[in-house]
């Protein structure tokens, strides 16, 4: 089955402790991405990836970084986590070879920090 | 998902009617305009797009209406179903591959 997977699917955790959160999709896509959700701000970039080694700033990239080793796995890093940061998380990809804009969304990161 | 909808605007239709949900995009220059669902609990789930070179699109009971004089995007549900039930974010791009801006979202409700 072609998907999007995140895990965890929830975390609490306390501020300044390193946390990684991983995505992984198995439609062999060149392009993934990683949104925040918060309430009255709709889905906001943080960063995205056009191909492996290739990494880019969306809108809210300050407190994250990225890796895109392997096409498929695009790791979300929060190194210094901050109460700020508390929020639902989305991992995307979508595919060059078709419309951009038909992103596949992963089921979501909740996201708690003390 | 329940928390992220607190702020949304709502629209409230009957189950049968036509639901048309509107979105005012910010960038004059952006190429592709998306509109994505979002059911409780779920990822965003891509419904339709459209190019800037059209004004309209049609899909399976959907529409989408472009206006680029107002920078406005309008999603048409015809026959509107209990399972259509969910936020509706309108997204914009620059250019192929290039990054997602999204709206807010509007909730809607279909009511039996």
């Known amino acids: 089955e072609a998907q999007v997977t995140q895990n965890p699917r929830y975390l609490i955790t306390v501020t300044g402790k390193k946390l990684t959160v991983t995505c992984s999709q198995n439609?062999?896509?060149?392009?993934m991405s990683w949104y925040r959700q918060d309430p009255g701000l709709g889905l906001r970039q943080i960063y995205y990836?056009?191909?492996?080694?290739?990494?880019d700033k969306g809108d809210v990239p300050e407190g994250y970084k990225v890796s895109r080793k392997e096409k498929r796995n695009f790791p979300l890093i929060l190194e210094s986590p901050s109460p700020n940061q508390t929020s639902l998380y989305f991992c995307?990809?979508?595919?060059?070879?078709?419309?951009?804009?038909?992103?596949?969304f992963g089921p979501g990161t909740r996201l708690t920090v003390l | 998902g329940e928390s992220v909808g607190l702020h949304l605007p709502t629209l409230s239709v009957q189950e049968g009617d036509n639901s048309i949900i509107n979105c005012a995009y910010s960038?004059?220059?952006?190429?592709?305009f998306i509109w994505y669902k979002q059911e409780s609990g779920k990822g965003p789930q891509f419904i339709i797009d459209?190019?800037?070179?059209?004004d309209k699109r049609q899909g399976q009971r959907v529409t989408v209406l472009l206006n680029k004089t107002v920078k406005h995007l309008s999603l048409q549900i015809a026959a509107t179903q209990p399972g259509d039930s969910a936020v509706y974010f309108c997204?914009?791009?620059?250019?192929?591959?290039?990054?997602?801006?999204f709206g807010t979202g509007t909730r809607l409700q279909v009511t039996l």
């Open positions: 990836s056009m191909n492996v080694e290739v990494t």
């Open positions: 997204a914009e791009t620059l250019a192929f591959a290039s990054k997602l801006t």
């Open positions: 439609m062999n896509h060149e392009y």
């Open positions: 995307a990809s979508s595919s060059q070879r078709e419309r951009v804009n038909t992103q596949y």
């Open positions: 960038n004059s220059a952006s190429d592709y």
């Open positions: 459209i190019r800037s070179n059209m």
